[in-house]
Antibody
Framework: QVQLQEAGPGLVKPSGTLSLTCAVS?????????WSWVRQPPGKGLEWLGQ???????HYNPSLKTRVTISLDKSKNQLSLRVNSVTAADTAMYYC??????????WGQGALVTVSS | QSALTQPASVSGSPGQSITISCTGT?????????VSWYQHHPGEAPKLMIY???DRPSGISNRFSGSKSGNTASLTISGLQAEDEADYYC??????????FGTGTKVTVL
């Protein structure tokens, strides 16, 4: 069973950088997979942030491309997300997910990040 | 990229069937049958219900089915049950190697 667990600061100051990690069960991380980050602002719908392949190749949501970076650390079985220059609009529940074909087949429980001074 | 369009809400009585639509452009739906559907209960992680337009992951009830015609995908829930009450989202892999979610549909079991 694939297991993913997000972690990171729950509070980030405006104009700062949001950083989250996603711990992945080791057997899953060693196989060929795509991984994504998805977020949901309070009271709003789901938004795809970007994806990364096990080789490190990444694609990003065009609306966030200049502010988002997704990376892999295979030695730590870990997926990371960075969002720069955050505002209150970046307040959301953030999820990491492993793909199943062209879908998000396995999800973490999510990490709530609030942007506030 | 704009979100795919879904009805804000759909309701039905227990045992009935309901269908949720998901409309976009030809670019939104890309070169493949890459539409998926998610069930989202508040406070929980979203759950994959349908992938590749009409395939069900292991453990998902056959009461859930998916289809696609042109630029509209659909999720049908048959034999509606109280536990099906949730938010549902479609998503598609686009021709730009990105994903786009639908606006979301709240399903209410009357």
């Amino acid at each position: 069973q694939v297991q993913l667990q997000e972690a990171g600061p729950g509070l980030v100051k405006p104009s700062g950088t949001l950083s989250l990690t996603c711990a992945v069960s080791s057997d899953s991380f060693s196989s060929i997979n795509w991984w994504s980050w998805v977020r949901q602002p309070p009271g709003k719908g789901l938004e795809w942030l970007g994806q990364i392949y096990y080789t490190g190749s990444a694609h990003y949501n065009p609306s966030l491309k200049t502010r988002v970076t997704i990376s892999l650390d295979k030695s730590k079985n870990q997926l990371s997300l960075r969002v720069n220059s955050v505002t209150a609009a970046d307040t959301a529940m953030y999820y990491c997910a492993r793909h199943l074909s062209y879908s998000f087949g396995f999800w973490g429980q999510g990490a709530l990040v609030t942007v506030s001074s | 990229q704009s979100a795919l369009t879904q009805p804000a809400s759909v309701s039905g009585s227990p045992g009935q069937s309901i269908t949720i639509s998901c409309t976009g452009t030809s670019s939104d739906f890309g070169p493949c049958n890459c539409v998926s559907w998610y069930q989202h209960h508040p406070g929980e992680a979203p759950k994959l219900m349908i992938y590749d337009v009409s395939d069900r992951p292991s453990g998902i009830s056959n009461r859930f089915s998916g289809s696609k015609s042109g630029n509209t995908a659909s999720l049908t829930i048959s034999g509606l049950q109280a536990e099906d009450e949730a938010d549902y989202y479609c998503t598609s892999y686009t021709s730009s190697d990105t994903y786009v979610f639908g606006t979301g549909t709240k399903v209410t079991v009357l």
